[in-house]
Nanobody, 115 residues
Framework: QVQLVESGGGLVQAGGSLRLSCAAS????????MAWYRRAPGKERELVAV???????NYPDSVKGRFTISRDNAKMTVYLQMNSLKPEDTAVYYC?????????WGQGTQVTVSS
């Protein structure tokens, strides 16, 4: 079983920055993919960033150039550095880990960007 614990959310003004962290524990293989998703009120869940255990990262156009995902495999922690935040980035952000056929989710952390 895998546990994911997010932290780092909060309230920030437009143009500001936040860094989210997600610590993973439990039965985790060396080959895994970690990601951040978000769900804004009234919207579908959206992939924000993904990173493989080898460090390959990818982003949708909506956050490319503003968000950076990174990971520390020794600490089994993934980070999301969010810069130039916009009000439309307001959402609950969820950490996700995929390994083999299993997917695990964190409880989510609220990010609110005021205009």
């Amino acid at each position: 079983q895998v546990q994911l614990v997010e932290s780092g959310g909060g309230l920030v003004q437009a143009g500001g920055s936040l860094r989210l962290s997600c610590a993973a524990s439990g039965s985790i293989s060396s080959a895994n993919v970690m990601a951040w998703y978000r769900r804004a009120p009234g919207k579908e869940r959206e992939l924000v960033a993904v990173i493989t255990s080898g460090g390959y990262a990818n982003y949708p156009d909506s956050v490319k150039g503003r968000f950076t995902i990174s990971r520390d495999n020794a600490k089994m922690t993934v980070y999301l550095q969010m810069n130039s935040l916009k009000p439309e980035d307001t959402a609950v952000y969820y950490c996700n880990l995929r390994q083999g056929l299993t997917t695990s989710w964190g409880q989510g952390t609220q990010v609110t960007v005021s205009s």
